[in-house]
């Protein structure tokens, strides 16, 4: 397929190289029943306290940006580690305070942890955030409409296409930029495993760590081929373990490896998206719109 869009300086296409650093909230903080699993809260601090240093050494050996979506609990906790993000000049977006499933929650209930988020980033880090990623997977029907009040431009939480498209949300004319993910890049798919509680459910092992390499490199080796745009869905604690950074690294080593590539953080590939004509659905941006807005 003839790559249709005109990525900044030239290249071919766009990565967007992004981080989920949940630490240990999620299901279990939520439910309460993390209190009675040390172990468990073990496993989600090691990725704040242990595994974010590791990532931030590889960005900066690679000189690539990343974005990082994370939840305030996170921030409360390990504002020294997440300090380290935005002076190595990645960016930080919103990713619930202790991860919650905002699809579950009412209005006033999103507003209250955007709320408090915003508070959170502003008084331990000293920025107001412009992305989000959604930490349940999915969100409710008025979901963008909170986000835009939260000055939020972009989300990074939909699958419904492999490049960036605009969301239209009323009574907000810029709407939205969604930068869709996908679980082929996501590594709890192939490289988490816990015991107990069993997540992710019915995964009773981890893949070879040369197949996932080989699966991820054929993902970007697609997205490259067709011009399009690439985001992931990493989590430090998942990946960036001693015997997993090869992995990583070999990972970036092979995208890097071509000079065409638009590496970019997850706010500008959403200023670049929407500075383009309004497309509709299914269009590349290089056709004709079949109408305004
Ligand atoms: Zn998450």
Redesign the pocket.
Known sequence: MRPSIAWPGGARSCVALAF?L?GP??DAMLDGSLKGNPAYFTLGAYGPYRALPRILTMLETFRLPATF?V?TWVIEHWPTQCRAIIEAGHEVAY??HR?ELFWTLDDAQQREIMTRSQAIFHDLLGVRPVGF?T?SGDWGAQTPDILNEFGVRYSSSMRGDDRPYHVAVDGHPQGLIEIPARWELDDYASLAYQRAPDFPRGLDRTAPYAQVLANWCAEFDGSHEEGLSMTTLL?PKVSARPGRMALLEAFLAHMTAHEDVWFARCRDVAEFWQQLPAQSPGQSPDQEPRHAG
Do not use: A, K, N
Request: glycine residues 16%; hydrophobic residues 10%.
């Open positions: 989920d949940d909230t999620g979506f939840p990713h619930g991860h990623r930490p989590h």
